[in-house]
């Protein structure tokens, strides 16, 4: 799926050596106390939006082939601390528009050079999930607007820190959390605007995803993301899972996520994978893995709904689907893994019907607008719609759909869950990202 690169190649400097020596600009962000909004919204770019991604490994490379297929986008600079990623992204976008953009690269810290050119709008942040935060802090601060990948951040602090820079700085800033413009996902969203689910008690979600084999390089080192299985407990990986769920249930525009319990099982399948793909003797199988093999968390929303959380990148299963969605309405109940739903009134029997008989009357307007353009794009078509909706809340001078708030309620699962798990299962509460605002916000 994807090339898996090591901070520490070019530098010596480790993933959390990076942590540590941002974490000063970082720190200086965090809000001591209620940080002032912005004085004025979002101003209206000029097309093109001239795009810069940090990060050119498999997702930022292919992110900014979609972005390179709008008209009004153009790709100016790209930063990578890998030479053979950055050339090849560089070749990607030359063979795409026939110019290339400038290549920026160095240390784990050359994406500042980026952040100075003024060539540059906004930066598309797909580095490794433990960069993005302090980089799109930075980004914002330096003055660019930012589409990050999933997550949006690994800890409270860093989720309050993009909230902050995102208030004080006045840029747009956009998790490209691709799940929430799936299809299904936003034709639930049209029914539910019909009033056909009533109000909403639970939703269940979960990202099982064989993941096993992207943990290791060749060699049995381990990449970023088994270096985070490694070190971390908890739900690692939430937002595909949650997001859609999140906006079902109007969080941080109506409710909001307010306490979560966490419980995992124990770690046997990534050390019984890497026993069994390089040998009993070598050094990858003594690895010890902090994170469960499958993790659940259960978040109660402060209007009395219940979130069932699921992640699990570890279990050997095949699978259809990396995500699944249930929502339970008073009237009305949708499950994706059943391809079925059920409404009170319009269901002729007292079952399951198939949901694609709804397709037609419910069809989201983003995708009657755009439907053409993303069939094709990766994540079904969510990869078109991330970039879509990021430039034109860019060119529109509107909020983005996926704000900083969204995407630090979302990310706050990755800390907030690993406590409970540290604390024997115990509640934590969920921080108020709208600081007060989530019963009037709408946008
Ligand atoms: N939304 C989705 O469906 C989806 C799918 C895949 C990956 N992702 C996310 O995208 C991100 C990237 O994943 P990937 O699979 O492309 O990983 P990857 O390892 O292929 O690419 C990461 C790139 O970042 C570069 N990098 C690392 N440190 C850097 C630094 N300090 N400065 C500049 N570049 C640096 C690496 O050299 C590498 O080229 C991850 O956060 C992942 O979670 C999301």
Not at 5 to 17: A, E, I
Not at 28 to 34: I, K, S
Not at 79 to 96: F, G
Request: charged share 20%; aromatic share 8%; proline share 5%.
């Amino acid at each position: 799926m994807t090339t898996s690169q090591s901070v520490r190649d070019s530098t010596g400097l480790s993933r959390r050596g990076f942590i540590a020596a941002g974490a000063g600009a970082l720190a200086a962000t965090l809000p001591a106390a209620r940080a002032a909004p912005a004085p004025e919204g979002p101003a209206k770019l000029a097309s093109p939006v001239r795009l810069g991604v940090i990060g050119t490994g498999g997702r930022g490379t292919y992110l900014m082939t979609v972005a390179l297929g709008l008209e009004d986008v153009e790709v100016t600079a790209l930063c990578d601390i890998n030479a053979a990623n950055l050339a090849r992204a560089v070749e990607t976008a030359r063979a795409a528009r026939g110019t290339k953009p400038a290549a920026v690269t160095g240390g784990p810290f050359a994406y500042r050079d980026l952040l100075k050119r003024d060539d540059v709008d906004a930066v598309i942040v797909t580095t490794p999930m433990q960069l993005h935060a302090p980089m799109s802090v930075d980004a914002m601060r330096a003055g660019k607007h930012v589409l990050s990948e999933v997550a949006a951040a690994m800890t409270l602090d860093e989720c309050w820190a993009l909230v902050a820079a995102a208030e004080e700085t006045g840029r747009t800033y956009m998790l490209a959390e691709n799940c929430c413009y799936w299809k299904p996902i936003l034709t639930i969203a049209q029914m539910l605007r019909a009033g056909l689910f009533g109000d909403c008690t639970f939703a269940e979600c979960g990202y099982v995803h064989d993941c096993r084999s992207i943990q290791f390089a060749a060699d049995g080192s381990l990449t970023w993301r088994g270096e985070m299985n490694r070190d971390a407990r908890g739900n690692l990986y939430p937002t595909h899972s949650l997001g859609p769920v999140a906006q079902w249930l109007g969080i941080n525009r109506g409710d909001r996520l307010a306490e979560l319990v966490a419980m995992d099982t124990k770690q046997a399948s990534l050390e019984f994978y890497a026993r069994r793909r390089f040998g009993a003797d070598h050094a990858a199988a003594a690895t010890k893995f902090a994170v469960g093999d499958s993790t659940t968390t259960l978040i109660r929303t402060a209007r009395g709904a219940c979130i069932d959380l699921r992640y699990d990148t570890c279990s050997a299963r095949p699978h259809p689907s990396t995500t699944y969605y249930a929502l339970q309405g008073v009237t009305a109940s949708y499950d994706s893994r059943l391809d079925g739903i059920w409404i009170d009134g319009r269901s002729k029997e007292y079952a399951w019907e198939r949901f694609g008989a709804y397709a037609g009357e419910f069809e989201p307007p983003l995708w009657k607008t755009w439907g053409e353009a993303a069939r094709t794009a990766g994540h079904e078509g969510g990869d078109f719609f991330v970039i879509r909706e990021f430039i034109d809340a860019l060119l529109e001078g509107r909020p983005a759909p996926i704000d900083a708030a969204d995407a630090a309620a979302w990310s706050s699962i990755i800390p907030l869950s690993a406590a409970s798990l540290r604390a024997r299962n115990a509640p934590q509460e969920i921080p108020d990202f709208t600081r007060g605002r989530w019963e009037t916000r709408s946008a």
